[in-house]
């Protein structure tokens, strides 16, 4: 580790390792930090990534694939589901390989990786500008320069907000997170499906999900709003749908987390400091999958970092690109997918009941999702009310 | 104050070790910033919690929860 870097990037989930890998490949010299002792572990996810658009940042290797899921079913309450093509192939990753394969590339690329080793806090100048980080490495106090910090902290993110930038949700944006993975789910599990199971009295505000990992093996999850968090703890509204569905699995793993689904922050830039995935809240506002979201984000501002280095000026205001070209690309397919998850959670169990249902004696996959929707619409007249702030986005019937 | 003389609400965030999974999610919904992981420890600031609750509201597994105040505590919890 040296004294000062161009840019040091701290916390190496996948948003960290493709900026820290993208900003060496440019020709800065690059730090990433990690707190963990080990990359990837424990895992925080249920793993899902689309194929696609993950193949810019790293080659599909059956390594840590651990299933590849053909389509996805969608349950109400009573069991009855919609089976819905995905819009990509998607992958179930084995994150520990995953993370630690993204962090073994950005090394590749000349980036200095350190692991445990932890941002205790942030140096400014006497404008208030971030300088460098303060961190504590294999026990020892260091003070390191650079001229641009990146935050890849994920979702508890403190170097963003050491830097200003607003990033504490409110509760009605944020998804509260728990997950078994589990064996023995006794021949319910379909290895190519993807499971998601709707209904506010199974999952307040949220879902719950069984995304397989094998044969016999799934992540088995669930997240809840945390505005409706305090009758019950996502742990045991999780419990009860276990004992319903898998009485007889046995559980080899247990995760915990949060996910910000405000739709990224207003601003992911502040002086010398640039926020990345979980930190700058750019996961999915509908179903909080950040993966994805969080490469696509990194690399965008790492490509700005790049050319502000390289001409000399990396002031705010060049920095700021970096939030424009995210607008320009996620900010009206995110206020869209925002508003859907409001619509949802106002609705009724009976009537997500009642959408499933529907759906489901619909011959969707002929069907575009303007047709789908119509149809939907023709059958229950309220949801076009429903469905006003969803429709002013301007995207779904398009 | 003396801590017997405080008021009948005054209580502290207290982090059940055996329970908490170290997740970071009460992290993220602090308005303070007095709750946070370190070394995978979670601590919480007395000196700046407001003790709004959200955390314990929200915490997956019932890891956080409102302790009555102990002397150890009091001197540094804000009222
Ligand atoms: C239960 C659950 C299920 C999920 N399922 C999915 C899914 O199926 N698909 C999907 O796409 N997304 C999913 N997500 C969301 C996904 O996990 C995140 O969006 C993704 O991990 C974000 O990546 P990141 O690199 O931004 O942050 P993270 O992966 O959280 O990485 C941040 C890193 O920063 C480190 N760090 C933090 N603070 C410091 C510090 N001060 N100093 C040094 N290092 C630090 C952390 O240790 C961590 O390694 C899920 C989340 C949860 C909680
Ligand atoms: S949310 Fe609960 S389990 Fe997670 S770190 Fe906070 S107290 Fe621990
Ligand atoms: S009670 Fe409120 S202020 Fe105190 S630690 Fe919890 S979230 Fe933070």
């Known amino acids: 580790m040296k004294s000062s870097y161009d840019v040091i990037v701290v916390g190496a989930g996948p948003s960290g390792s493709v900026a820290a890998r993208r900003c060496a490949e440019g020709g800065l010299s690059v730090l990433l930090i990690e707190k963990r002792q080990e990359i990837g572990a424990p895992v925080r996810c249920a793993e899902a990534i689309g194929q696609d658009i993950t193949r810019p940042y790293i080659d599909i290797n059956p390594k840590w694939i651990d299933a590849r899921i053909e389509s996805y079913a969608v349950h109400n309450l009573e069991g009855e589901h919609v089976i819905l093509p995905p819009t990509e192939p998607t992958l179930i990753v084995n994150r520990k390989v995953f993370d630690w394969e993204l962090a073994n590339l950005a090394a590749r690329a000349g980036v200095d990786v350190v692991t445990r080793t932890q941002a205790e806090g942030l140096i400014k100048d006497d404008s208030g500008r971030v300088i460098g980080v303060r961190l504590i490495s294999l026990g020892k106090r260091h003070e390191v320069l650079a001229k641009i910090v990146i935050a890849a902290d994920g979702s508890e993110s403190q170097v963003a907000r050491w830097a200003g930038l607003k990033t504490v949700p409110p509760m009605s944006d944020y998804y509260v997170g728990f997950q078994y993975l589990m064996v023995g789910l006794g021949g319910k599990l379909k290895p190519t499906i993807c499971e998601y199971h709707l209904g506010h009295s199974q999952a307040p505000h949220g879902y719950i999900w069984v995304f397989p990992k094998g044969e016999d093996c799934a992540n088995v999850g669930i997240v809840i709003g945390a505005d409706v968090a305090d009758k019950a703890t996502a742990q045991e509204y999780l419990d009860r749908f276990c004992d319903k569905h898998y009485p007889h699995a046995s559980i080899l793993g247990v995760v915990a987390g949060g996910i910000p689904i405000t739709g990224a922050l207003k601003h992911m830039v502040t002086d010398g400091v640039m926020a990345v995935g979980d930190a700058a809240h750019q996961a999915d506002p509908l179903t909080a999958g950040g993966i994805n979201l969080g490469m696509i984000g990194a690399e965008m501002a790492a490509e700005v970092a790049v050319k502000a280095i390289r001409t000399g000026d990396w002031s705010t205001r060049v920095l700021r690109e970096y939030e424009h070209h995210w607008n320009h690309r996620f900010k009206r397919q995110h206020s869209a997918l925002y508003q859907l998850r409001k619509m949802i959670n106002r609705m009724s169990d009976d009537k997500i009941s009642a959408l499933v249902h529907t759906v489901s004696t619909l011959p969707i996959a002929e069907m575009s999702l303007g047709e789908v929707l119509i149809a939907v619409f023709r059958h229950h007249p309220l949801m076009l009310i429903q469905a006003q702030a969803l429709i002013a986005t301007g995207l779904i019937l398009k | ?79």
């Open chain 2, 1 to 79: 104050m003396k801590s017997e003389q405080r008021p009948q609400h005054a209580f502290f965030v207290d982090v059940d070790r055996n329970l908490c999974y170290y997740c970071g999610a009460c992290v993220a919904v602090c308005p303070p910033d007095s709750i946070f992981l370190e070394n995978s420890h979670l601590k919480v600031d007395h000196q700046t919690c407001t003790r709004c609750e959200r955390c314990i509201a929200m915490c997956p597994v019932h890891a956080l929860s409102k302790a009555p105040l102990t002397p150890e505590v009091s001197h540094e919890v804000k009222l």
